[in-house]
């Protein structure tokens, strides 16, 4: 039997539609975390000179998986392996990234035997980086807001003049604070910089780190576009009747409507470029759309969460069908 692996945490609301959808085509599913090991999952594996690539097995709740039975790997959104605290500190990092490296490299390597990954680790990695992001973005030709990245709290300053005030700041990373045995952290909305924001000593916090300022371009809808291997499905994500959610439509989920967005062909063919630029299988990625009908590109993110729109759009948005079929027929439907 033909197995699809999902690497992610146990509570992810993604994984259990998906998994259904393969379970519906004929393969098994197999669900760990990447924390599960090596304490709940076992693996043994060989290279030797009588076969090509790493042989062996995966072993979880007393069943046994050879990893030449791996047709495809999602990495969702896995937690990395903790060592127990009767270990040093520095005994810990130790073994936890022995076990990270061992896991993810075996795992990894069968892509060389045409393993299809969701997305490779290396690839998302790089397509993190939001610098890169909107700089591969431009070059694709798509529109990308007027930007700044610095820690000079003059050259800020410099940015919302020459913007005529109008300027929005976000986190250059994943936005959200972490607080310490609290399992939900602060999130980092982007957010409107005001007269207020850059009197001196406003602006003396902009020293602190690194800091991302982007001229605020009006639009009148947001669109979040999804690409699954080369299926692209989009949702409109009306907002700016809202006051909370004008600006991050994060901020108020419940005061959002949507509806299903086709993209033009010439913006297809350039979604699909960026996505291939960063080597990704998978991408969710926001646009907005100007009152003139202008797209511009905002950010992607290679790990994005896409599942809530198929809800909210009562099936509308065949989202978990498409991840299902890149995972189950890869010769089909993959970049």
Not at 39 to 66: A, C, N, R, Y
Request: with cysteine; charged share 25%.
């Amino acid at each position: 039997m033909r197995y699809v692996l999902i690497l992610s945490r146990s509570n992810d609301s993604h994984v259990p539609p998906v998994a259904e959808e393969i379970r519906a085509r004929g393969l098994g599913v197999i669900c760990f975390n990447v924390a599960d090991f090596p304490e709940q999952v076992t693996m043994t594996s060989t290279l030797d000179p009588f076969h090509t690539g790493w042989v062996g097995t995966l072993t979880m709740q007393k069943q046994q998986i050879p990893l030449d039975s791996l047709l495809s790997i999602w990495r969702r959104r896995p937690r990395p392996y903790k060592a127990p605290e009767v270990y040093t500190l520095g005994e810990r990092a130790f073994i936890e990234e022995e076990a990270d490296r061992a896991l993810l490299g075996v795992l990894d390597s069968l892509a060389l035997e045409h393993t299809l990954w969701v997305s490779r680790v290396h690839s998302v990695r790089r397509a993190d980086f939001k610098p890169l992001q909107v700089a591969m973005a431009q070059r694709l030709g798509l529109r990308v807001p007027r930007t700044l990245i610095t820690n000079q709290p003059s050259a800020a300053r410099d940015f919302y003049d020459a913007c005529q005030g109008n300027i929005v700041l976000k986190s250059v990373s994943r936005g959200m604070i972490e607080h310490e045995n609290q399992r939900i952290g602060r999130f980092i909305y982007t957010s409107k910089v005001e007269a207020g924001h850059v009197v001196p000593e406003q602006l003396a916090g902009v020293r602190v780190t690194a800091h991302l300022l982007q001229e605020y371009i009006p639009k009148r809808l947001e669109i979040r576009v999804v690409v699954i291997g080369k299926q692209i499905l989009a949702a409109e994500i009306h907002s700016q009747h809202s006051t909370r959610a004008r600006v991050d439509f994060r901020r108020a989920y419940n005061e959002l409507s949507y509806n299903v967005h086709t993209l033009p062909d010439e913006m297809q063919k350039k979604v699909l470029a960026l996505v291939r630029a960063f080597d990704l299988q998978f991408s969710s990625m926001d646009f907005l759309l100007t009152p003139a009908g202008e797209y511009v590109f905002i950010d992607l993110n290679p790990n994005g969460q896409f599942y809530w729109l198929q809800l909210r759009l009562a099936n509308r948005l065949r989202l978990k069908e498409a991840m299902a079929d890149l995972l189950a027929y890869p010769e089909d439907y993959q970049l």
